[in-house]
């Protein structure tokens, strides 16, 4: 019999829903169940998000809305807004970004404790512990489609003015590779043939050691060494971090998918300036060359923050350029959106309606890109993970997935299907919007 029913809700980044994952598994081994409505749920759990004002309105919205709509249930903060928060949260237990593998012994605590109290209210943020020391789940499994999620490190050290991550998360907190190797073995066992390895700051791991990004390689080499795993896509990378040296051993790599997201924030020196990066475009640009070298057919992709305070038409027009100029194949583009607490808070900030319009031109020249390097692929032949298959209207029923460069496809299957979570060959017929339409071979 279960212990109790959990419910989840997770706001935020793809770190955030591996550790949702890896609390849920928690639960799990101590007998709860998990369930997918919050009305049936004893214990409501939301994995708090701070990156903007706005994730944080809404993580609070969601615990008082659970506290509302299930009074009955223990209702628990976790996550960076819950670490960020001052004086009070609406929970009843409140744990920060440190402290997460108390999970279940401070909600059993809780109820054990919970007949003494009469009534639910807002209790004050807790001492939160400020080690920054990488506090490790074990093995998690954390799927995205047929794809898994590997976390390797937490943390950042870098202070950017626009985030608030380093004061949320702490400092760079490195897993152990033992652990990320278990971890990969587990996954590979579990037929997962892709894995994405991912943090608050990859390039960084090692760092908290002394260590320096031969530690990163290190750990792809680990996961490169396991058998079954086929494709190992990295996660967000920081230009400065990556040296000649590391870009010469991924591509060393027979599995290394040759599709990186390297973070670019702004193609303006003045803004990234104000930003702190530690780079400039002529450097971002050095980086894009070593690693096209290496891999001549990836797919470039980045983040661009739209309207960073202070940001004038000319600073604008120079990112845009150089997203042409650097052949970025795909950029996500964020409208700035202020966060308390940081130092891009406090500078001038740009007109809500030119922000808007440059998002607009931005992510329209994003998608011409994309469009452009999907055609690039055509005639070619592509390896597709499988992911799910669909059925349509006129009775054809297609599979899809992604190829190594991170190009959805849609194969058309008439004979026996390949197994979901397969690696298949396919050539690339045409496109379709932002994705191609290809036949098995
Ligand atoms: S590198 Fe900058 S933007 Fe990224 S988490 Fe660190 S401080 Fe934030």
Sequence with gaps: MSKGKVYFYTLGCRVNQYETDAARELFISAGYEIVSDHQDADICIVNTCTVTGEADRKSRQHLRGLARLNPDAVIVAMGCASEMADGTVDADIVLGTRD???????????????NALTHKSSHSRPELTKTDVYHDFGTVVSPEGSRAFLKIQDGCNHFCTYCIIPFARGRVASRPRESIKEEVEQLAAA????????????????ADRGEGIEAFLGVLNDAADVPGIERIRLGSLEPSSLTEDFIEGIGR??????HF???????????????NRKYDTALYMEKTELLRKQFPTMKLTTDIICGFPGETQEEFDETYEFVRKCGIDKVHVFPYSVRQGTRAASMKQVDGVAKKE???RLRKLSD??????????LGKTHEVLVEQYLDYGDGSRYGTGYTREYVKAFFKVEGDEPEVGSIVEVEALEPYSLCLICKLI
């Excluded at 011409?368 to 692929?377: G, H, I, S, T, V």
Aim: positive net charge; hydrophobic residues 35%.
């Design 253 to 258: 790599i027979r599995q290394m998918c040759p």
């Design 368 to 377: 011409e890109q994309e469009a452009l390097y999907a055609r690039k692929q």
């Design 358 to 360: 440059r998002t607009e």
């Design 261 to 275: 997201h390297l973070s670019l924030q702004s193609g303006s020196d003045t803004v990234l300036k104000r930003m």
């Design 100 to 114: 997460k593998k108390e999970l279940v012994n401070r909600v059993e605590a809780f109820l054990a404790q919970r």
């Design 191 to 206: 037929g997962f043939r892709e894995v994405i390895v991912s943090g608050i700051e990859v390039c960084s791991y090692g």
